[in-house]
């Protein structure tokens, strides 16, 4: 067996559980962003977000709109690329593509720090929490812990 | 792998079932059309539950009645330049007193009944003209929304200064539909047709756009 041979069946199990968490993770925020979404374009005109009103006072604040594109949009945009990168590093034929963990983690560092950026809006200027937002917070979070195993196939690859 | 790909197909399955039930359902049990006519026994008891929203003096020598709906465009444009300036000149004087029905013409204007429905609520905590003005103000912001705006009528009783809690349990509920429902069929016994229709003592203001030509009716009216 070549080195190459010996070292893809561990790096790759590491890689799939892994890929696997990060695509489910982002497969559920890609559902929560495009539901906040159609809430954003008036497709849906209530959010079930249990009493108080926190979701509608976040979604109706001037801070839900980035350069005028909804936030929950970016979120779609960011949780689809990583939910197909996560697949596509999952095929045997991507596996070991140099840009697969760079997508992953870059990513999953983007999204951590937009995440960031949007919950100290609710806690610090906004003044109310949005509970979903905070689930799609929790989803971030965790895909940035199931892509640190990335940095090994970085390193690896360096 | 198998199992992978079948907790991704059932996550996305269970996502895409709820969010299709929040874009079909989700207005409970929240009154969004007018009571249906041919359900009750007598429809013409109804009309004694038809109540306008008054503003000005009892006894004010002229009496309007506007007969409106709060997605109509035209409606909007009576009452940010017209009952403005009314108001200002003969309601606050005495000379007028406006008596406002809701006219809810329903098809394309689908949110028309809950709108007049919401600014009733609003008008439990003394802010229906508060909550009039601003939902016709903002009517292209929540005229637009493909499912009703429960949301951005709440949202608008915040800003009035009305307690939105309340509001919400009137808005989610069945509430002020009956008196909506008599309001218009009120309206159709009155032979209005279209929105807004104004009456001014009786008789129906055909120029209501135009404020001198108002000014000019309300002062041949007695309201001099």
Not at chain 1, 1 to 17: C, N, R
Request: glycine content about 10%.
């Amino acid at each position: 067996m070549s080195t190459l041979a010996a070292e893809t069946p561990a790096s790759a199990d590491v890689g799939a559980v892994n890929r696997m968490s990060i695509a489910v993770l982002a497969l559920a925020g890609l559902l929560l962003s495009t539901y906040m979404t159609l809430y954003a374009f008036g497709v849906i005109g209530d959010l079930t977000c249990g009493v108080g009103g926190g979701c509608e006072t976040v979604q109706h604040s001037s801070w839900a709109r980035l350069f005028g594109v909804p936030v929950a949009l970016i979120g779609v945009g960011g949780y689809g690329a990583l939910f197909v990168a996560a697949l596509l590093g999952l095929q045997p034929r991507f596996a070991a593509r140099p840009a697969v963990p760079r997508v992953l983690l870059g990513g999953a560092i983007l999204g951590l720090t937009f995440t960031a950026y949007l919950t100290y809006l609710e806690a610090f200027v906004i003044h109310a929490w949005c509970r979903w937002c905070l689930v799609s917070a929790g989803i971030a979070v965790l895909i940035f812990l199931a892509a640190l195993p990335e940095l090994r196939q970085l390193r690896r690859q360096a | 792998m198998k199992t992978f790909y079948g907790i991704l197909a059932v996550i996305a399955v269970v996502g895409v079932a709820a969010i299709v039930y929040s874009v079909r359902g989700g207005d409970g049990g929240m009154a969004t059309e007018p009571i249906d006519l041919r359900q009750l026994a007598d429809a013409s008891a109804l009309l004694d539950r038809a109540q306008g929203v008054t503003l000005g003096e009892d006894d004010a020598p002229v009496q309007i009645l506007v007969f409106s709906d709060y997605m109509c465009p035209a409606c909007a444009t009576w009452a940010g330049q017209i009952e403005t300036l009314l108001k200002a000149e003969f309601v606050s004087t005495g000379k007028v007193r406006l008596t406002y029905y809701d006219f809810p013409l329903g098809g394309h204007f689908r949110h028309s009944f809950v709108a007049a429905r919401a600014a009733r609520c609003a008008g439990d905590q003394d802010r229906y003209w508060e909550y009039h003005d601003r939902l016709l103000g903002a009517q292209q912001e929540w005229g637009r929304s493909q499912a009703t705006p429960t949301a951005y009528f709440i949202d608008l009783a915040r800003t009035v200064g009305a307690e939105p809690r309340s509001f919400e349990a009137c808005l989610r509920s069945d509430a002020h539909a009956e008196v909506v429902t008599a309001n218009r069929l009120l309206g159709e016994t009155l032979g209005v047709g279209a929105t807004p229709t104004i009456f001014l003592n009786g008789r129906q203001l055909r120029q209501w756009s135009d404020y001198n030509a108002v000014r000019a009716a309300i002062q041949a009216a007695g309201g001099v």
